[in-house]
């Protein structure tokens, strides 16, 4: 089987090894990025919040006017044969669901063509263990976030040009990642993570309003704080409150909590990771062991279904 053995991808059910993972050139997936995507990571082999990443998979799909027909049970069944199959504990977990297509190109997304369901998995590695005890440098990024009004930044589509083209201005000058502004000049996000600042003991991240995707991990967050009585706030935000924050740090399923010590070139506070993020990052690592134990016992069962 596999010749990278970290990797599996599973295709409409179908098991196979990243060379010889085919889609189709007419998928409509690559041709427009008309797909939805999710990613968790498994903790001890079980997928972190799959239950809140199908759902979020299925509102960002329906946001798109695409109707997954595959049930939420067949998904988690083939998530849990392709981990079984990869058996490694910790896992990167995509999970891509395109429009299909099939030999015609064609804008519409009314032509007949059936999903495609394209799974990713493979190990997850620890990340460098200096991004959270020293702090990530971080730009602003030139290229502005895509406005509500058009593809709603809360819809996680395979569309991510406008990330990916932030990226690049961050990867080019090496800088960790960058922080993409919406078109009034409001801060939204960076470009897989949401974006955080801590002023005088309060936490704030932009509201949705804003033009992000409701991260959840930001869910998770704000609950958190609120339940540790630290205040914690929605609220627009501009570049010029970011520069002279106390603290700024990045949240996502994967890389959990990040402190952005530089912003552009300017230090942020005292240029190390603050002690309310610090404090955060625990109280997350606390609600993830938590929630992995609600999940433990439904993700048991799937796996019984197996056989
Ligand atoms: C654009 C964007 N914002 C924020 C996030 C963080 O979301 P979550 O906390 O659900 O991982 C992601 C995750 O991939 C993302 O792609």
Not at 80 to 85: H, K, P, Q
Not at 115 to 138: Q, S, T
Not at 272 to 289: A, N, S, V
Request: proline share 6%; with cysteine.
């Amino acid at each position: 089987m596999p010749s990278f053995p970290n990797i599996l991808i599973n295709i409409n059910g179908v098991l196979a090894a990243p060379e010889e993972a085919r889609i189709s050139v007419f998928d409509r997936g690559f041709l427009y990025g008309d797909s939805v995507y999710e990613v968790t990571q498994t903790i001890r082999g079980i997928p972190f919040r799959l239950d809140l990443h199908l759902e979020r998979l299925r509102k960002s799909a329906s946001k798109i006017g695409l109707s997954i027909l595959t049930t939420d049970l067949e998904l988690k069944k083939q998530i849990a044969r392709t981990l079984i199959a990869l058996d490694e504990p910790t896992v990167y977990l995509r999970l891509v669901v395109t429009r299909g297509g099939e030999e015609e190109i064609s804008l519409d997304p009314n032509t007949p063509g059936r999903e495609n369901i394209v799974i990713i998995a493979k190990e997850l590695k620890p990340y460098p263990i200096e991004w959270y005890e020293k702090g990530v440098r971080v730009i602003i990024a030139d290229t502005i976030r895509n406005p509500l009004e058009s593809i709603d930044p809360n819809v996680k589509s395979g569309n991510y040009l406008n990330n990916v083209m932030a990226f690049g201005e961050a990867s080019k000058i090496g800088a960790y990642d960058a922080i993409m502004l919406n078109h009034h000049g409001e801060v939204t996000e960076a470009t897989t993570s949401n974006v955080w600042m801590i002023k005088d003991g309060t936490i704030y991240t932009p509201p949705l309003r804003s033009g992000l995707l409701e991260g959840l991990t930001r869910k998770a967050l704000l609950q958190i704080s609120q339940h540790a009585k630290i205040p914690v706030f929605e609220k627009t935000i501009t570049p010029q409150e970011l520069f002279e924050a106390d603290e700024i740090f990045l949240s996502s399923t994967t890389k959990k909590l990040i402190p952005i010590t530089t912003l552009n070139e300017k230090k942020i506070g005292t240029g190390l990771p603050g002690p309310l993020t610090q404090q955060l990052r625990q109280l997350y690592d606390q609600h993830c062991e938590h929630t992995l134990k609600s999940f433990e016992p439904e993700w048991r069962e799937i796996l019984g279904l197996l056989g």
